[in-house]
């Protein structure tokens, strides 16, 4: 691992926690746009298309080019993970549903490094050699997130949350 890399995995654990029913707005800028993306490209399978050009658009804004396809992936891999239809709603819900606070804290443990993420996730997530595995993809959208300056939890450790020039989202 190069310097700069681990520069980015710096920050002091614990790492973030998120719940069903916590308002969105106190969410820091990276689970925020995490969320938006989850939802909006969740909205966009209903209608036959895979990915959005809002998406494509964002995290080209965001230096994160492979940012909208790791959604997409992640999304495809969390329908076929999961036993039961997920709550993902419209992009302007104002809370977090349970199951996006999982994915969260699934994501944000990733970031962390710190041996939690298995324990966090859904059983149905954990086998990394599955082939319907939410963890491979969530491990590379994590590791770009990170690469891209887009760290869970930088809000609680007194750290800048939005990156400069950070598309509105809205």
């Given amino acids: 691992m190069k310097p700069a890399d681990r520069a980015q995995?710096?920050?002091?654990?614990?790492?973030?926690?998120f719940r069903a029913d916590q308002p969105v707005a106190e969410l820091g800028?990276?689970?925020?746009?995490?969320?938006?993306?989850?939802?909006v490209q969740w909205t966009h399978i209903g209608d036959g298309r895979q990915r959005s050009l809002v998406l494509h658009r964002a995290f080209d804004a965001m230096d994160m080019p492979e940012g909208a396809s790791l959604i997409a992936e992640l999304t495809e891999a969390l329908m076929r993970a999961s036993a039961r239809p997920l709550a993902?709603?419209?992009?302007?819900?104002?809370?977090?549903?349970?199951?996006?606070?999982?994915?969260?804290?699934?994501?944000?443990?990733m970031?962390?490094?710190?041996?939690?993420?298995?324990?966090?996730?859904?059983?149905?997530?954990?086998?990394?050699?599955?082939?319907?595995?939410?963890?491979?993809?969530?491990?590379?959208?994590?590791?770009?997130?990170?690469?891209?300056?887009l760290r869970f939890g930088a809000r609680r450790h007194g750290e800048t949350d939005m990156p400069p020039l950070a598309p509105p989202f809205h």
């Fill in 9 to 17: 995995f710096s920050f002091p654990s614990p790492r973030p926690t």
């Fill in 111 to 149: 970031q962390a490094r710190d041996g939690t993420p298995l324990a966090l996730c859904d059983p149905q997530w954990r086998s990394p050699a599955h082939t319907s595995s939410v963890w491979p993809v969530a491990q590379r959208l994590a590791l770009a997130l990170g690469a891209a300056g």
């Fill in 88 to 109: 993902f709603p419209c992009p302007k819900w104002r809370v977090l549903t349970n199951d996006e606070a999982r994915l969260l804290a699934f994501i944000g443990a």
């Fill in 29 to 39: 800028f990276a689970e925020q746009f995490v969320t938006w993306a989850m939802r």
